[in-house]
């Protein structure tokens, strides 16, 4: 609980401990299959992040069944089901609640070697930084509600946030990850900012190393954003220092709130070329070096 992990992990046996996690969200979009594909995908992230492979999931369903017949909820939990059983686990049940506004998600339990689990506080100095899916599905999403995105960008978003992190996880096991989470809710800065404290070490990020969705700076640079990106940008406080000379509609990137987004992970710089390589060959096509770990300096998070 101290360093914030992504999810709880239960020591059963010498060679076995669980994984849980829950997270539920509200629509991103209007395709219900879509939006339950996109939740459990987000839900299952966690498991992931702590190097962990899911085994079941149960549903979490807040639904206004007085406003929307149920083929809208047998469609959402369809989707989930698609990726659920993608990532090789078993829907087992849920529970649903009658509510104003649907809300999806799942309870995931998992399984991790003890001694292989991912920390997200645990980076060392001379760390290398990977980053596996592009940012900007934030601003893509209230974009889309004011009409102003693009058809292509939308679908290339969706495609994004709808991907497993299980590749990435499963690729890196062959790897001596050091550190590991996932970029959700608090954004790129608000997690790196818990990886950074932590590990009391700086994480030193490359503005122009981040992988963007399509149109989501433009986004930015047009005034639009999110209800979450002020308070990103609180939490981190002065602990995220800017030495790069960007617009502040370019730095806002970093603040947006992702659904379903990459895994950020610390390698030591010896196994970043091979990793990548593995990543790529795994179609893990976005996965770059966005960074590196530093001794611990006058900020936590510096973005050059």
Same mark, same amino acid.
């Given at each position: 609980?101290?360093?914030?992990?992504?999810?709880?992990?239960?020591?059963?046996?010498?060679?076995?401990?669980?994984?849980?996690?829950?997270?539920?969200?509200?629509?991103?979009?209007?395709?219900?299959?879509?939006?339950?594909?996109?939740?459990?995908?987000?839900?299952?992230?966690?498991?992931?992040?702590?190097?962990?492979?899911?085994?079941?999931?149960?549903?979490?369903?807040?639904?206004?069944?007085?406003?929307?017949?149920?083929?809208?909820?047998?469609?959402?939990?369809?989707?989930?089901?698609?990726?659920?059983?993608?990532?090789?686990?078993?829907?087992?049940?849920?529970?649903?609640?009658?509510?104003?506004?649907?809300?999806?998600?799942?309870?995931? +339990?998992?399984?991790?070697?003890?001694?292989?689990?991912?920390?997200?506080?645990?980076?060392?100095?001379?760390?290398?930084?990977?980053?596996?899916?592009?940012?900007?599905?934030?601003?893509?999403?209230?974009?889309?509600?004011?009409?102003?995105?693009?058809?292509?960008?939308?679908?290339?978003?969706? @495609?994004?946030?709808?991907?497993?992190? @299980?590749?990435?996880?499963?690729?890196?096991?062959?790897?001596?990850?050091?550190?590991? +989470?996932?970029?959700?809710?608090?954004?790129?800065?608000?997690?790196?900012?818990?990886?950074?404290?932590?590990?009391?070490?700086?994480?030193?990020?490359?503005?122009?190393?981040?992988?963007?969705?399509?149109?989501?700076?433009?986004?930015?640079? @047009?005034?639009?954003?999110?209800?979450?990106?002020?308070?990103?940008?609180?939490?981190?406080?002065?602990?995220?220092?800017?030495?790069?000379?960007?617009?502040?509609?370019?730095?806002?990137?970093?603040?947006?709130?992702? +659904?379903?987004?990459?895994?950020?992970?610390?390698?030591?710089?010896?196994?970043?070329?091979?990793?990548?390589?593995?990543?790529?060959?795994?179609?893990?096509?976005?996965?770059?070096?966005?960074?590196?770990?530093?001794?611990?300096?006058?900020?936590?998070?510096?973005?050059?």
């Amino acid at each position: 609980m101290e360093t914030a992990d992504d999810a709880g992990v239960y020591q059963l046996t010498e060679d076995t401990a669980l994984v849980q996690t829950v997270d539920f969200i509200t629509p991103p979009v209007d395709d219900p299959f879509v939006f339950g594909q996109v939740a459990a995908a987000n839900a299952l992230s966690d498991v992931y992040a702590m190097g962990g492979k899911p085994l079941t999931a149960l549903n979490l369903v807040g639904f206004p069944s007085h406003d929307l017949p149920l083929a809208v909820l047998e469609r959402i939990i369809a989707g989930a089901l698609s990726k659920v059983h993608e990532a090789g686990a078993v829907l087992a049940g849920g529970h649903s609640t009658e509510d104003e506004e649907p809300k999806f998600g799942l309870s995931v +339990t998992g399984v991790v070697h003890p001694k292989r689990i991912w920390r997200n506080s645990t980076a060392q100095v001379g760390d290398k930084l990977i980053l596996t899916k592009p940012l900007g599905s934030g601003v893509l999403f209230n974009a889309n509600r004011k009409a102003l995105v693009s058809p292509g960008a939308l679908e290339q978003c969706l @495609r994004i946030i709808t991907t497993l992190n @299980r590749a990435p996880a499963e690729t890196l096991q062959a790897f001596p990850v050091h550190a590991c +989470t996932d970029i959700t809710g608090f954004g790129l800065a608000g997690h790196v900012y818990e990886m950074a404290k932590g590990a009391t070490l700086t994480f030193r990020l490359n503005m122009a190393h981040l992988p963007v969705m399509d149109e989501a700076l433009d986004m930015y640079r @047009r005034g639009i954003t999110t209800g979450v990106n002020a308070s990103n940008r609180e939490l981190v406080g002065t602990q995220a220092r800017f030495i790069s000379e960007l617009p502040e509609w370019h730095r806002e990137i970093v603040f947006d709130p992702q +659904t379903s987004g990459g895994l950020m992970v610390a390698l030591p710089a010896d196994h970043v070329a091979r990793a990548l390589q593995a990543l790529h060959h795994a179609g893990v096509e976005a996965a770059r070096v966005v960074g590196e770990v530093l001794p611990l300096g006058s900020a936590l998070v510096e973005f050059v």
